[in-house]
C-alpha cells in the first residue's frame, strides 16, 4: 500500500476551514514544519488546533496565530510566544488550557477509545470548574474528557510507504498519541523510505493509523530558547 503523497501543499488541501488539527512537537522540537507552512500559505481558516504549545511568533503554530488563522487552541501553555499571549489576553483567541500530563492523557484516550478518566490535577482550581468530581479512596478527583481531532499533522525521523514511522529523540513526544486520536493523520518524515526498510521492533507508531505521509524539505530545527555556559 502506497500511502505517499507529493508534497505537504496537496496534504494539507484535504483539510477544509474550521478543521480541528492535532500539532505534533514539544517546543519546537518535532514540529511539523513543511505542512504546517503549506497550511498557512494555503490561508485555511477557523482552525482549532491541538498542540502543546503555539512555536514562536515567526515559525511553526506562531505564523498560524499571526495571519489569524487560528479561531481555538488547546494547548498547555502560552510558551515563548508572545502574540498568543496577546490574542489570549485580549480574548481575540479562544484559548483552552491544560496540565500537561492531562492533556497527554486526553489525547492518549482519544485514540483508546476511552471515555474519560478521573485524575487529581486540577481539583479546586479553575480547571475543574463546570466537571464532575469525585473522592475516590479518600482522594477528589477530576473527571476529564478525551480530545480527538479531524487531523493529525506529526513529524517523524523516518517512515515508509505504508505509513509505519520512527522519532527520534525528542520529536517522539505527542507525536506518536496524536497518531492514534485523529480521524485522518498525515505524517511528514525527514527520511521516506521503501517497505522493510524499517526494523519493525523499531516502529513506534504502526501504518494502520496514518492515512497520508511525505517527506519533508529544508527543515529549519529551530531552537525555542538557547542557553550557554562558559567553559
Request: hydrophobic share 40%.
Amino acid at each position: 500500500m502506497n500511502k505517499v503523497v507529493p508534497s505537504a501543499e496537496e496534504a494539507v488541501a484535504l483539510v477544509p476551514d474550521g478543521a480541528t488539527i492535532m500539532m505534533g512537537g514539544f517546543g519546537l522540537c518535532g514540529i511539523p514544519e513543511n505542512l504546517i507552512t503549506a497550511l498557512h500559505r494555503r490561508g485555511s481558516k477557523d482552525l482549532t488546533v491541538i498542540s502543546n504549545n503555539a512555536g514562536v511568533d515567526d515559525f511553526g503554530i506562531g505564523v498560524l496565530l499571526r495571519a489569524r488563522q487560528v479561531r481555538k487552541m488547546i494547548s498547555t501553555y502560552v510558551g515563548e510566544n508572545k502574540e498568543f499571549e496577546r490574542q489570549f489576553l485580549t480574548r481575540e483567541l479562544e484559548v483552552e488550557l491544560v496540565p500537561q500530563g492531562t492533556f497527554a492523557e486526553r489525547i492518549r484516550a482519544g485514540g483508546a477509545g476511552i471515555g474519560g478518566f478521573f485524575t487529581p490535577t486540577g481539583y479546586g482550581t479553575l480547571v475543574a470548574e463546570g466537571k464532575e468530581t469525585r473522592v475516590i479512596d479518600g482522594k477528589p478527583y477530576v473527571l476529564e474528557a478525551p480530545l480527538h481531532a479531524d487531523f493529525a499533522f506529526v513529524k517523524a525521523w523516518k517512515g515508509d510507504r505504508a505509513g509505519n514511522l520512527v522519532y527520534r529523540r525528542t520529536a517522539r513526544n505527542f507525536n506518536p498519541v496524536m497518531a492514534t486520536a485523529a480521524t485522518v493523520t498525515i505524517a511528514e518524515v525527514e527520511q521516506l523510505l521503501e517497505p522493510g526498510a524499517l526494523d519493525p521492533d523499531h516502529v513506534v507508531t504502526p501504518g494502520i493509523f496514518v492515512r497520508h505521509i511525505l517527506e519533508g524539505k529544508k527543515y529549519e530545527k529551530r531552537i525555542e530558547k538557547r542557553t550557554t555556559r562558559n567553559g
